[in-house]
């Protein structure tokens, strides 16, 4: 008797069927983003205030800072920026020690669906190295200040498990948190603003 294939795909809210293990471009819809972003949250859920932080406002903050440090940065890479965490609108956002447990397999998927989205928006499969380095940045910046401001860390802790160099440690942005409504939205309406700014040039 023949086994029945394993089901790799997952219908999203647009209609689409999103093969997880062979993403393409043609069935990825930013509105499937942009919802499933603004309600995955960080941390795994383990923060103070009485909405969750969310990917997607993460994605908006990261942008932010990245554009702060590199105002001259094309607005293609700015777009890079606001979906530097895309994929986990469907494999959800892991926590490092989790992601180091799975090991291969979600890193993987992980670029898969990276890819996937990078095409689909008019950006390279795979970033520049530099492009890279530089999101990774305003992402640690980012995740020092969730980690003091709500994920519950001490300062020295932050420093230790989310070190940053010290020309780009500004602290004076701000979590912001809110309904997954309104950061779906703020989302959606930052994506629209790059793609405009993408085609004006």
Do not use: C
Not at 28 to 50: C, K, P, Y
Not at 112 to 118: E, F, G, N, T, V
Not at 149 to 170: D, H, T, V
Not at 176 to 196: H, S, V
């Amino acid at each position: 008797m023949a086994t029945r294939p394993t089901r790799a795909w997952q219908r999203m809210l647009s209609g689409r069927r999103l093969d997880l293990l062979d993403p393409t471009p043609f069935d990825i819809e930013i509105g499937d983003i942009a919802h499933g972003l603004a309600f995955v949250a960080r941390w795994n859920g383990q923060t103070h205030g009485d909405w969750p932080y969310s990917v997607a406002e993460h994605s908006l903050l990261v942008e932010q800072i990245f554009t702060h440090h590199h105002p001259e940065a094309e607005p293609q890479w700015r777009l890079a920026a606001l979906l530097h965490d895309a994929p986990e609108y469907v494999i959800g956002d892991m926590i490092s020690p989790v992601k180091a447990a799975l090991g291969h397999e979600y890193g993987a998927m992980d670029e898969r669906l990276a890819s996937a989205i990078h095409r689909r928006f008019g950006l390279p499969a795979v970033l520049p190295v530099v492009v890279k380095k530089r999101i990774k940045a305003a992402d640690r910046i980012s995740a020092r200040l969730e980690a003091t401001s709500i994920a519950g860390f001490s300062e020295p802790e932050a420093k230790r498990f989310f070190p940053i160099p010290a020309a780009l440690g500004q602290t004076d942005w701000t979590i912001a948190l809110r309904p997954p409504a309104e950061t779906r939205q703020a989302f959606l309406g930052q994506f629209d603003y790059l793609l405009k700014l993408i085609d004006n040039r």
